[in-house]
């Protein structure tokens, strides 16, 4: 069967169910555009993995949604983007985004002082990639960086409306508050599901910047800059796991407020091409 | 003199000091770039013209445009976006930005209850382009639209600060007091320069979203997907006026904070296809 390239859907992915607020803010910003989600439950998290290893999911990943009629891939991980965008860009034909330029850019815009914070996940801060994405742009910024591996964890336990989730996020953060910044990254897909926690210890003054918004923005320029916007009207998303269906399924609904189908798939690990063999 | 692609500069045009507020916005998020702006002010305003002679002016800017070393264009006024996008990306090999889609995609990332309004001058308004971009990519929104003509000269003429200018700016508004929208788009690039008044006249409420803000984070996006960033960090703007260099000088100074020098000159007007002869 063929579908024309406006008609295809955009793929993306994650380590797990971080991405989903990614998902959320594409089919908000983009509603006539189909998902296809694949969040790798099974291998969360990704943070502490090494470059490599997350590299070589992440291509599996890939791999699985190009066999699919896809006409976009974003990879709405800050780890994977940090670790395989451009090994994926060199993969592909379909335009490939991530989700580290368009934070970078949301902070550049929102700063006022040049001085901005990013917060992710161990593997992420390490990378430095949001430094470099920074000051790739924008010369002048002073930016301080934090890893804060309990982040994660939190939200994919389904624990992030508890007290401990406050408490955690508070004391993680204070680091920062000793410094002038007056935007912080959420530096890690994820952290949008603690942003309420995130903006009370920080400050009301401080600008929290998620990725997931300024990625859809991304999203939808290059898609139409390449003529892929779609004219459909009911698009009819997919979402896939490596993990449990049940589970991923249950947070889903939490977040987006209405119950969504769950397909289990089975990526088996091959070597490090990246690229050999998957069964589902 | 060869310049490599990523050293050009950005062509940023509009019919007069309006767009002054994108390249504000431009320099700010894209430090590094350098800017050459065209203002044709001795023929503003463009929005009471007729779409084939918006067309005309703005392609014989962009052939004046194009004899300097450039690696973008960037259409910094509504009506001349309205009226001859399409145009100018028929005849160019740059990319070519407008500022009517970056405005729409903010209002659709800003909207909670999907009732937005656009005001700008009569011929953007009358082109209906801001309710075609939005619910192209949105097809679920309602849009409220007005023309405000008294706004352009407003500025163009320095009065901007005035109790006048507030009196106009509230009267001329009262018609989208009545509606239920939550966002304001301000569909000229001069308007930014009334935005307080216009916060004021709407309610702090009102999202107000500035297509200059936008369009320099669209411009970073398309910039960067092309590979076409600079590495430089001193650029050379120049600023180029068809009218009396003096009070666009008068205008710039006041909206950018410290003087600039700015260069007279002359677009002969040519026929229909616009693309013959100039002298400057």
């Known amino acids: 069967m063929t579908v024309s390239a406006t008609e295809r859907a955009i793929g993306i992915l994650d380590s797990g169910v971080g991405g989903l607020t990614v998902a959320r803010e594409v089919m908000r910003q983009l509603p006539r ?23 070589r999911y992440t291509l599996e990943i890939v791999e699985f949604l190009m066999s699919q009629p896809l006409k976009a891939i974003l990879i709405a991980c800050n780890t994977a983007t940090a670790a395989a965008l451009q090994a994926v860009r060199e993969r592909v034909s379909v335009p490939v985004l991530g989700v580290i330029d368009p934070g970078a850019r949301a902070a550049i815009k929102a700063t006022q002082n040049h001085v901005v914070g990013v917060i992710g996940t161990q593997g992420t801060i390490e990378s430095g990639a949001y430094e470099q994405a920074l000051r790739r742009i924008h010369p002048h910024l002073t930016v301080h960086s934090l890893a804060c591996p309990a982040f994660v964890p939190l939200v994919e336990s389904g624990y992030r409306h508890t007290e401990l989730a406050d408490r955690i996020v508070h004391d993680t953060l204070q ?30 003054d401080v600008n929290i910047i998620s990725s997931a918004e300024e990625t859809a923005v991304e999203l939808s320029t290059i898609l139409q800059h390449q003529g892929l916007l779609t004219m459909m009207k009911a698009p009819r998303h997919r979402f896939f ?27 088996s690990e091959s070597d490090a091409a990246g690229l050999k063999t998957q069964t589902w």
Do not use: N
């Not at 296809?36 to 993995?49: L, M, N």
């Not at 410094?179 to 920080?202: N, R, S, W």
């Open 33 to 55: 555009e189909t998902i296809y989600y694949v969040g790798d439950t099974a291998r969360c998290p990704y943070g502490p993995r090494s470059t490599e290893e997350v590299r």
């Open 175 to 204: 680091p920062l508050k000793k410094t002038e910044l007056d935007t912080l990254i959420l530096g890690c897909t994820h952290y949008p599901l603690l942003a309420d926690a995130v903006q009370k210890a920080m400050g009301s």
């Open 241 to 267: 796991t490596t993990g449990e269906a049940e589970p991923f399924a249950q947070i889903a609904e939490d977040w987006f407020g209405y119950p969504i189908e769950v397909e289990q798939i089975a990526l």
